[in-house]
Structure formats: structure tokens, C-alpha cells
């Protein structure tokens, strides 16, 4: 039949399928068979109007019933509202305890820290450092005891002091997963650190003009380090006490329960720093009963936010108190691939996926990429030892240079940035032959056989991105976060598509321009969530003052770290620094093969969400199954 004719004979039924897909009080009845009718035509219309707009147009018909049904109802601006009104209080109220808890120690060391001050006389220099005494006293001379304030421009100070806080803050959560000792340590050093800040000026007969201007931003900044380090025990007595849940339940209610007090305290963060830079720089200008007001004010938004409000909700609804704890499923395994998803279900499946298949990649990373990985980094390591014997401005950036090459020294970086397309190509394999073989024991044969089969796709698929991410200075990386979400959906078109190399190619190219407006944003998603759990360990922030050999930002647990190691090994060579910077390369190289296995799962289940979207492939296997008897669903079989 000639397409005209076949529009012509079926144009009727199609305008009333479109008028009663859009309609809210169609006949279910009339719906089923003029769907059951639109599937019978774009088979025929897939059969023989390959590359007409017929087809386009009828499966456009069936996508739009396909996924209403899939679709999940959106957030809301309501939803977000409710979050804060009421299901963020009851998490504040069901750690209630462990808030508690924490605000009684940090009370505790914040008295250590003034008891050993009055006991020790050089106690002060000790925690606060001998520059800092010095710089203070003559403050103190020059009639302005707090002019450290007024030392720099208040801009940049508050991006210094909001960074660093919001840092310290993360760090204080994230430690508590180690049994809550880390949060204890870290508690009681600014405790320590704060008692001695106070003594020293109640010796100098300050202690009130340094209350007035400290605590005008101090009681936004203390008080959230108190709830981080409350939100980290929350976290840590999750593992510790499980009750009656299983260890990894147990964590999983309080992982939650703690990150959602640690995102509430980050505005509070910001305006502390927003306060420290623009209002106690600028302390003496300000009247002693302003003073006053702004700290009475700033205790009493956090007394109401985090005590009083809470305990209102938790008695308004007290059947929603112990309601969180019902929700601990079991986790699924099961994957449907052949399905249109939004960002929100790509990022919640992508999660889910690297959750159940964690252990499967993980063999094949500690096992056989990372020995690779690690031969091409002793190998980097000895080509620029005298770049290894020093710290380094932006050290992260500097450390993946010297690993990867990109910083195109001398030949032998080349060779090796081409060694390293060959080692993540690799790692794309893996986690497309985990998608392969989902639901099949871990097998070393069927990962080999696979990479004889896929290796050479896998690797031509992520040249370019790679490429990009090679050459383009991390100055420029946005560049190259704009430029990756064209080409992010090659790599799995290659090899998890079918056809020639040249009809997967073409689709992948295809697939990532439809996609561009996900993908990018699936990539904004992702590196914030990267940025969120590097913060801690430093990474964007372990910035290194090259002339005092001193982090521009404090300490952070990586900073730690290659600190003891270094101290360690200067014991035993010269060349300690060395020694440092593996260290430091070492977890570099472990964060980003955590990291990676998540960005390409996202592209994958991007790419099955476009492939769904063009072929409805998904959809074909729904056409099959209709009308048969199913186990849950009633069919007229049933009523024979």
C-alpha cells in the first residue's frame, strides 16, 4: 500500500486516539483498542515506511500513552516547602539526642581549653600560634583587638572564610563515619581553640569587647560546627548502635537523617561568613547595643530553628515521628533498560546500579586496572621526581598532570597519555560488560571475552572525550563540560548498539545531540555531588603556598595525612616529599576510579533512555505481552 493511501485510510483513527490521549475523561475502554489499533499500524508503518515521517508520527502516538504511564509525577515548589516545614524538623527532632550530646562535649572542651590557659601560661601560644598572639597584642596596643578582621578585602574574605567553613563543616560530618572519633577530635580542637580565644582576651581585660565582635558572626559559625558534629554522630551511631536493623540499614537512616542536617546548616554557614567579613570587620563602628541585638538575634533563629520548631512539629504529628523507619527496603536488582527516564530517575538509577554492581567492578579495578594504573604512575613518578619532591599551587591538578601526562613535559608523556586512553577504555568495558551480564556471577572469562569483543569500540568511543579532558586546561574545564555532553553517548552506542561501526557511530552522534540539554545537566548534577565528597579531603582546595610550604586553607584530612607520612619519612630519607605526594597520588587515583564508573552509567542509561525514545523498543515488548494472562493483572482469560 502507497503511504498516501495508508494516511489516508487511517487519519481518522489517529485524530481520535490524539483527542482521547489528551483528554482526562476518556473511555478507558475506547483508549485501549485505538492504542491496540496505533500499535498495529507503526509495525506496519516500521516495516515498510523505514524513513518516512508516518512512523515518526505514529510512534510519537504510542510514546506519548508510553510514557505517561512511566513518567513519575513531578517535584513540586509545595514539596520543597514541606521538606523544610516539616520533614527536615522531625530528622532534626529524631537526633535530638546526638545534637545534644555534641553541644555538651564541644561545652566540655571549650572548658578544657580555658581551664589550661589559666593552668599553662603559654597554653594560648600553643593553640593559637606565636604569630598570632604577636599580631593580636599589637592590635591591642593600637586600640583595635580584633584589626585581623580589617586585614584584607572583605569580598575576599568572604569567599576565604565561607570556603573554609563550609569545609571544616563537611569534614566534622563526614569523620564521624570513623566510629564518631574524628568528630570527637575535631570538636574538641576548635573547643580547645575557642576556650584559649576566650581567656586569652579575658586576661587582657577584653573578654566582653571581644564577646561583642566575635559572636556577632560567631554564633552562626560555632553553632554549626556544634550541629555538624552532631550530624556526625548521627551518622557513626548509625554503624555503632543499629538496633533492630541490619548494620547497613542502620547506616543507610543515618546517613540520611545526618546529611539532611548537614545541607540545613549551609545557609546558616553563608551568612556567618557574610557576617565575619562585612559586620565584624567593621565592629567598632557599630553601637554596643547593635552589637547585642545581632547575637541575640542569630542564637535565637538557631534555638527556634533547630530546638524550639522541631519539638512543636514532633508534638503537632507525633504519628510521623518513627515513620522514616518503615521505609528500609530491600535493595532491587533488577533493571529495566528499555525505558524513556527523566534526569531525576537517570541520577537515582545511576546510583542504584553502581550500589548493586559495586563489587562485581571492583574486582576487576583492584585486581587488573590498578596494578596497570599504578605501573604507568611509578613510571610518571620517576620521569618527573624533582616535580615529586615539592608541594605544589592547585596540587591536585599538578598530581594528575604528572600521573596522566597531560602536562606534555617530554615524549614520554605522550606515550603514556596514550597508554591511559587504552587503561579507561578498560574501565568503560567493565561497566558495560556489567551491564551485560547483570544478573550472572562474576566470571574473569566472560569479562575477557567480552574486551576481545568490545575493547576496540569502547576505546574509540571515549578518544574524544578523553581527549578533551586531556588537552583542555583545567582554567578552561567548563569549555570542556559544554563540549563532552556532545559526545558522551558515543561510547555506549558502540558497544552496547547493534549494527555496522559506522550506523553506531552515526547513532551515538545523533543520540548525544538529542540529549545535549540531559546530559549536560546529568554532568552539573554529578560534579557538584563529586564536589560535595571531595571537599573534606580537599582536592579543589588543597591549595599549596609554594613560598611557606603551607595550605592556603586549613588542614584537611589528606592534608593530615601526607603530613604524618612526611614527618614519618623524613626520618628515613631526604626525599620525604616524595613519599608525601604518592600518597597524595594514591588518593587521587582511588577517588577517580570511584568516581568514574558513575558518569558512565549515567551515559549509559541516557543512551537506553534516547534509544527507547527513537526505537521504542521497550514499547514492542509491552505490544507482546498484552492481552496474555499475567500473574498480578486480571485478563478476560480470567473470566472464561
Known amino acids: 500500500m502507497k503511504e498516501t493511501s495508508f494516511i489516508e485510510q487511517n487519519k481518522e483513527k489517529w485524530k481520535r486516539f490524539e483527542r482521547a490521549a489528551s483528554s482526562s475523561v476518556s473511555d478507558p475502554e475506547e483508549l485501549s483498542d485505538l492504542y491496540m489499533d496505533i500499535t498495529d499500524d507503526l509495525s506496519y508503518a516500521q ?8 512512523r515518526v508520527y505514529l510512534n510519537g502516538l504510542a510514546q506519548k500513552v508510553y510514557s505517561g504511564v512511566h513518567k513519575q509525577k513531578g517535584e513540586t515548589f509545595k514539596k520543597f516547602i514541606s521538606v523544610w516545614k516539616t520533614s527536615l524538623p522531625l530528622e532534626i527532632y529524631r537526633s535530638r539526642k546526638n545534637l545534644t550530646f555534641a553541644l555538651i562535649c564541644f561545652l566540655i572542651y571549650v572548658t578544657i581549653g580555658v581551664i589550661s590557659s589559666q593552668l599553662i601560661p603559654d597554653f594560648s601560644n600553643i593553640v593559637l600560634g606565636d604569630e598570632y598572639i604577636r599580631m593580636t597584642n599589637e592590635n591591642i596596643q593600637n586600640g583595635n583587638p580584633l584589626g585581623v578582621y580589617a586585614d584584607e578585602d572583605q569580598l575576599q574574605m568572604f569567599i576565604r572564610i565561607t570556603t573554609n567553613n563550609l ?22 580542637s576548635n573547643g580547645v581553640m575557642l576556650g584559649a580565644f576566650q581567656n586569652f582576651f579575658y586576661m587582657k581585660g577584653l573578654l566582653i569587647t571581644s564577646f561583642l565582635g566575635i559572636w556577632i558572626h560567631g554564633a552562626f559559625e560555632i553553632s554549626c560546627i556544634v550541629l555538624a558534629g552532631g550530624a556526625g554522630l548521627t551518622a557513626g551511631h548509625g554503624w555503632l548502635f543499629p538496633g533492630s536493623f541490619t548494620r547497613m540499614q542502620s547506616l543507610q ?19 556567618a561568613g557574610f557576617l565575619e567579613s562585612f559586620v565584624t570587620a567593621n565592629y567598632q563602628d557599630l553601637e554596643d547595643w547593635t552589637k547585642w541585638m545581632l547575637i541575640l538575634f542569630s542564637f535565637g533563629i538557631i534555638l527556634f530553628f533547630y530546638v524550639f520548631y ?5 508534638r503537632k504529628h507525633p504519628e510521623l515521628i518513627d515513620v522514616e523507619d518503615t521505609q528500609i527496603v530491600p535493595r532491587k536488582t533488577d533493571f529495566v533498560f528499555d525505558k524513556i527516564r527523566n534526569t531525576g530517575e537517570i541520577v537515582s538509577e545511576t546510583f542504584r546500579f553502581y550500589s548493586t554492581q559495586f563489587f562485581k567492578l571492583g574486582k576487576i579495578i583492584f585486581a587488573f586496572i590498578l ?5 604507568l604512575i611509578y613510571i610518571q613518578d620517576v620521569n618527573h621526581y624533582q616535580e615529586m619532591r615539592t608541594e605544589h599551587w592547585f596540587d591536585w591538578s599538578y598530581q594528575l598532570q604528572i600521573m596522566f601526562g597531560t602536562g606534555m613535559r617530554n615524549s614520554q608523556d605522550f606515550v603514556v597519555l596514550g597508554c591511559w586512553t587504552f587503561i579507561l577504555a578498560l574501565f568503560n568495558a567493565a561497566v558495560f560488560w556489567s551491564v551485560k551480564t547483570l544478573n550472572i556471577a562474576f566470571s574473569w572469562r566472560s569479562y575477557f571475552q567480552f574486551l576481545r569483543k568490545h575493547f576496540m569500540m569502547s576505546w574509540l568511543g571515549t578518544l574524544l572525550i578523553y581527549g578533551i579532558l586531556f588537552f583542555i586546561p ?8 559544554i563540549a563532552i555532553p556532545f559526545l558522551i553517548l558515543i561510547s555506549p552506542s558502540l558497544v552496547l548498539g547493534e549494527g555496522t561501526f559506522k550506523v553506531r557511530l552515526k547513532k551515538g552522534f545523533l543520540f548525544s545531540r538529542k540529549q545535549f540539554g540531559n546530559s549536560f545537566l546529568l554532568l552539573i548534577l554529578l560534579s557538584l555531588f563529586v564536589a560535595l565528597i571531595a571537599q573534606p579531603f580537599a582536592f579543589v582546595l588543597s591549595i599549596y603556598n609554594e613560598g611557606t610550604q603551607q595550605p592556603i586553607v586549613s588542614n584537611d584530612l589528606l592534608d593530615m595525612a601526607a603530613d604524618f607520612v612526611k614527618r614519618v ?5 631526604t626525599d620525604y616529599l616524595v613519599i608525601s605526594n604518592i600518597v597524595r597520588q594514591l588518593v587521587y587515583i582511588l ?17 537506553y533512555s534516547e534509544l527507547e525514545k527513537t526505537e521504542a523498543i521497550g514499547l514492542k515488548k509491552q505490544f507482546e505481552k498484552f492481552g496474555k494472562r499475567n500473574r498480578y493483572l486480571e485478563t478476560e482469560v480470567d473470566f472464561d
Do not use: D, E
Open 474 to 481: 583545567w582554567a578552561a574545564i567548563i569549555f570542556g563540560i
Open 167 to 188: 569545609k571544616v563543616s563537611f569534614l566534622t560530618f563526614f569523620v564521624g563515619f570513623f566510629f564518631t572519633i574524628g568528630t570527637h577530635i575535631l570538636l574538641f
Open 591 to 607: 577517588f577517580l576510579f570511584g568516581i568514574l564508573p558513575l558518569i558512565i552509567i549515567a551515559s549509559m542509561f541516557n543512551y
Open 310 to 314: 522541631p519539638l512543636y512539629v514532633a
Open 371 to 375: 596494578p596497570l594504573s599504578a605501573i
Open 569 to 573: 619519612a623524613k626520618i628515613y630519607t
Open 253 to 271: 537512616l543515618s546517613t540520611k537523617r545526618g546529611l539532611k542536617i548537614m545541607l540545613s546548616i549551609v545557609p546558616f554557614v553563608v551568612i
Open 47 to 54: 516495516t515498510f515506511y523505514k524513513r518516512r515521517t508516518v
